[in-house]
Each structure stands twice: as C-alpha cells, then as structure tokens.
C-alpha cells in the first residue's frame, strides 16, 4: 500500500509563489514516476509535471518556467515538491500529488489534493 500526502496549498495573490509537498510512504521505488497534477472545477485533470529519477518530463508549456518538481528519495518513503512561481489566477485548482510506475500510462495512486487559490 501508499500513501501519498500533499500540504503547502493556500491562498497567494497573482505573482507570487507556493511551495508543495507530498510525503510519499508505502511500497515505493526509485524508478516510480512521481507526479503533479490539478484539477479545475468542471474540467478534467491535467498533469502539471512528473518527474522519473531526477528527469522531470510531461510538463506542459504553459508551465514550463514557471513550476518546478522535484524529489527526494528514501528508503521506505519519498518526498516530492512543486515549486510554482510567478502565479496566476488561472493556477487556482485543488493539486494532486501521483505515483505511476513507469512503465503504465496512468498514475495508481493519488493524495487527496490540496486547494491553491490565486487572488487578489
């Protein structure tokens, strides 16, 4: 079994930063591929970043420059953070710490997320 917990959501205004975390715990590997995702009220989920190793990949160009994943890893437990810069409005939605083996398509896992909301 894993458990994945996210902390570090909240409210920021537009232009600032918010750090996540995700305290990862459980059956775990090195080459799992640990991942953030969000989710919009009435829009389906879409992966920010994931990272194998120490190779982040899937992020989209929207958010390239922007957000930043990164892990650490341990014997029995993982931590993985999300570095998001420069926030705008359209950032606000619950996030969503994933583990996928690397070689599925879909993450097995998920935390159960943390709202970030970006207002003035």
């Known amino acids: 079994q894993v458990q994945l917990v996210e902390s570090g959501g909240g409210l920021v205004e537009p232009g600032g930063s918010l750090r996540l975390s995700c305290a990862v715990s459980?059956?775990?590997?090195?080459?799992?591929?640990m991942g953030w995702f969000r989710q919009i009220p009435g829009k389906p989920r879409e992966v920010v970043a994931e990272?194998?190793?120490?190779?982040?990949?899937?992020?989209p160009d929207s958010m390239k420059g922007r957000f930043t994943i990164s892990r650490e890893n341990g014997r029995n437990t993982m931590s993985v953070w999300l570095q998001m810069n420069d926030l705008k409005s359209e950032d606000t939605a619950v996030y969503y710490c994933?583990?996928?083996?690397?070689?599925?398509?879909?993450?097995?896992?998920w935390g159960q997320g943390t709202q970030v909301t970006v207002s003035s």
């Open positions: 994933s583990l996928r083996k690397y070689y599925a398509a879909t993450p097995l896992y």
């Open positions: 459980g059956s775990i590997s090195s080459s799992d591929v």
């Open positions: 990272i194998i190793g120490s190779t982040i990949i899937n992020t």
